[in-house]
């Protein structure tokens, strides 16, 4: 028999909550590993409860979170986005080669393969959660900021579509069922992209309006604020505005950006560049997940550690990357003015750089790394060797020293990830006034430039970079907000976006993925060789949007359009 449909799966069932209600005469009894529909639309606490979960989703594939269930993105994750650029590799693959290599499909979507599905799943639960809100009794001051911050949740959802997808379908309040007509086309029309990022801004306009400026006792740390809300706004301008998207104005992203600063509750954390992913609340984080001793991530420090020290390597970073630094001269290490010394290479670089990556002599724990052969205890000659890493560096952001390394479990992972830091919307600004005004131009309503956003970045105390001279033209300009990018946010999940959303991953992203060979010399002095980390690196121009998973397509009856290319 041939059916006529198939049930998009994450379109209609949107979490294990609802499974239950469909066939209530077939077997009248509440399952004990799970809360009953019922609850959720009478008790306030249940519901408010149901509510603050939706922050994060269900796990829907292997090696999603340690002691967890994800949030939005991957964020402290066994491979994380960064693996899927040229920032990282992922020492033991764990689905993530293959995207890299330019591999996925619809039907394999590696590391890259849940976004569709959990996205979908949890705007339905938002919008569930809205359609019972005006039945429940709370103030409607409280009722106002729920909705806000469900709006803002929403929002967030559309992000990893849009960003990942481009146009995509908006489902608007509708609460869709299994009993409700899917022939309905509605159900996978693909809106455009403006469409797209237009329905989201908005909601998080309406969102803004109805958050609070700040946590506070009664609103709980690490819920959606005001700021967080105007932060997804700016980015989705600056992404609107970009060469991919082609969906908005510089001028637009200007203004989203210049919303959040005007705020006047951020600013540049003067703790250090490294502790400021250590600890929770800065004056610099906008929106953040927070981690308890009962639900902590990924312990970063064994997964991501020299093997040397018992660690698994991880997300290992590339050449790439490392040779991206500037000198702390402000010059880049291929000017033959900027004191670069190719047999000591790792001298004299941006500070951030040794705050992000783990080099052959970095000061580590107890001791040094030892990257180098033979020998060294981080290296192939090291114990564990099969944790060693491919391309001669490991990770050093995120580690905290104060946790164990060895046998962490349990008592590591409790460090926040950051979704939006007031780095990014500075940055977000100084790219788009660039744009639309040019470098030294203080656009109306503003009161700095573009150079002079940067340059609070760059004058972070511990990092204390040379200021951006006056005078630099668009070109120029542009080159400097990109290298910003590039090491204020690395491993951040920025790159994989800003390079497609810039257009130039076909460049970036079919570099060969580059490491280094060690080798310590019997005078104790080093060599370095280039080598390749991974091998058939690779970027094609449909790559610059994923496919959507063939399964989700086979589901609507072949009425959802799939992305060009695939």
Request: contains cysteine; glycine residues 10%.
């Given at each position: 028999m041939k059916l006529q449909y198939k049930t998009p799966l994450y379109f209609l069932l949107g979490g294990m909550l609802f499974t239950t209600a469909c066939k209530k005469d077939l077997l009248n009894v509440q399952p004990t590993d799970r809360i009953a529909t019922s609850a959720i639309e009478s008790d306030t606490a249940v519901y408010e409860a149901y509510v603050t979960n939706r922050y994060i989703g269900a796990k829907l594939q292997d090696k999603e979170g340690d002691?967890?269930?994800?949030?939005?993105?991957?964020?402290?994750?066994?491979?994380?986005?960064?693996?899927?650029?040229?920032?990282?590799?992922?020492?033991?693959?764990?689905?993530?080669?293959?995207?890299?290599?330019?591999?996925?499909?619809?039907?394999?979507?590696?590391?890259?393969?849940?976004?569709?599905?959990?996205?979908?799943?949890?705007?339905?639960?938002?919008?569930?959660?809205?359609?019972?809100?005006?039945?429940?009794?709370?103030?409607?001051?409280?009722?106002?900021?729920?909705?806000?911050?469900?709006?803002?949740?929403?929002?967030?959802?559309?992000?990893?579509?849009?960003?990942?997808?481009?146009?995509?379908v908006l489902m608007g309040d509708r609460v869709v069922n299994l009993t409700d007509n899917l022939q309905d086309p509605t159900l996978f029309k693909r809106a455009t992209i403006k469409?797209?990022?237009?329905?989201?801004?908005?909601?998080?306009?309406?969102?803004?309006?109805k958050l609070p400026l700040s946590n506070d006792g009664t609103w709980l740390l690490g819920r959606a604020t005001k700021g967080a809300a105007l932060a997804l706004k700016s980015?989705?301008?600056?992404?609107?505005?970009?060469p991919l998207y082609n969906a908005g104005t510089w001028a637009d992203a200007v203004t989203a950006a210049q919303a959040v600063i005007s705020l006047n509750k951020y600013g540049i954390y003067t703790g250090g560049y490294d502790n400021m992913f250590l600890t929770n609340e800065t004056n610099e984080v906008?929106?953040?997940?927070?981690?308890?001793?009962?639900?902590?991530?990924?312990?970063?420090?064994?997964?991501?550690?020299?093997?040397?020290?018992?660690?698994?390597?991880?997300?290992?970073?590339?050449?790439?990357?490392?040779?991206?630094?500037?000198?702390?001269?402000?010059?880049?290490?291929?000017?033959?003015?900027?004191?670069?010394?190719?047999t000591h290479p790792y001298d004299h670089r941006d500070p951030r750089f040794d705050a992000t990556v783990l080099h052959n002599g970095s000061a580590y724990r107890e001791r040094s790394v030892e990257a180098f052969i033979p020998g060294?205890?981080?290296?192939?000659?090291?114990?564990?060797?099969?944790?060693?890493?491919?391309?001669g560096y490991y990770l050093r952001k995120y580690m905290d020293d104060a946790y164990p390394l060895q046998n962490p479990w349990g008592n590591a992972g409790f460090h926040p990830w950051i979704y939006f830091r007031y780095a990014e919307i500075l940055l977000n600004f100084a790219e788009a006034a660039n744009e639309a005004y040019g470098a030294d131009v203080v656009p109306a309503g503003s009161t700095m430039s573009a150079r002079q956003a940067i340059n609070m970045i760059r004058a972070r105390p511990g990092v204390n970079?040379?200021?951006?001279?006056?005078?630099?033209?668009?070109?120029?300009?542009?080159?400097?907000?990109?290298?910003?990018?590039?090491?204020?946010?690395?491993?951040?999940?920025?790159?994989?976006?800003?390079?497609?959303?810039?257009?130039?991953?076909?460049?970036?992203?079919?570099?060969?993925?580059?490491?280094?060979?060690?080798?310590?010399?019997?005078?104790?002095?080093?060599?370095?060789?280039?080598?390749?980390?991974?091998?058939?690196?690779?970027?094609?121009?449909?790559?610059y949007w994923l496919p959507i998973p063939r399964s989700e397509i086979q589901a609507s009856n072949g009425q959802l359009q799939q992305n060009a290319g695939y």
């Open positions: 002691g967890s269930n994800p949030g939005f993105g991957r964020g402290f994750e066994y491979s994380m986005w960064s693996s899927l650029t040229d920032e990282s590799i992922y020492n033991n693959d764990d689905a993530t080669w293959l995207v890299q290599r330019g591999q996925l499909a619809p039907e394999n979507l590696g590391g890259a393969g849940v976004l569709w599905g959990r996205s979908y799943r949890s705007i339905r639960e938002c919008n569930y959660a809205l359609s019972l809100l005006p039945k429940l009794p709370f103030s409607a001051g409280h009722k106002t900021r729920i909705e806000g911050e469900l709006k803002f949740i929403r929002a967030f959802r559309y992000q990893d579509l849009i960003r990942n997808y481009g146009g995509v469409e797209s990022i237009d329905y989201a801004t908005a909601q998080l306009d309406d969102a803004a309006s980015r989705f301008k600056l992404y609107a505005a970009s906008i929106f953040e997940r927070l981690y308890t001793k009962n639900a902590n991530h990924t312990h970063m420090e064994i997964a991501n550690g020299p093997n040397g020290y018992g660690g698994w390597a991880g997300n290992t970073p590339l050449q790439n990357l490392v040779d991206d630094y500037e000198m702390d001269n402000g010059k880049a290490i291929t000017d033959p003015t900027s004191g670069y010394d190719p060294g205890k981080d290296s192939k000659d090291g114990d564990s060797n099969w944790n060693t890493t491919k391309t970079m040379p200021a951006l001279a006056s005078g630099l033209n668009q070109s120029q300009m542009r080159d400097a907000v990109r290298y910003e990018r590039r090491v204020e946010l690395a491993f951040e999940e920025h790159r994989f976006y800003d390079v497609r959303r810039w257009k130039i991953a076909d460049v970036t992203e079919n570099k060969p993925a580059a490491g280094v060979i060690i080798t310590k010399n019997a005078d104790g002095t080093f060599s370095y060789t280039p080598k390749v980390a991974l091998d058939g690196r690779s970027f094609a121009t449909k790559h």
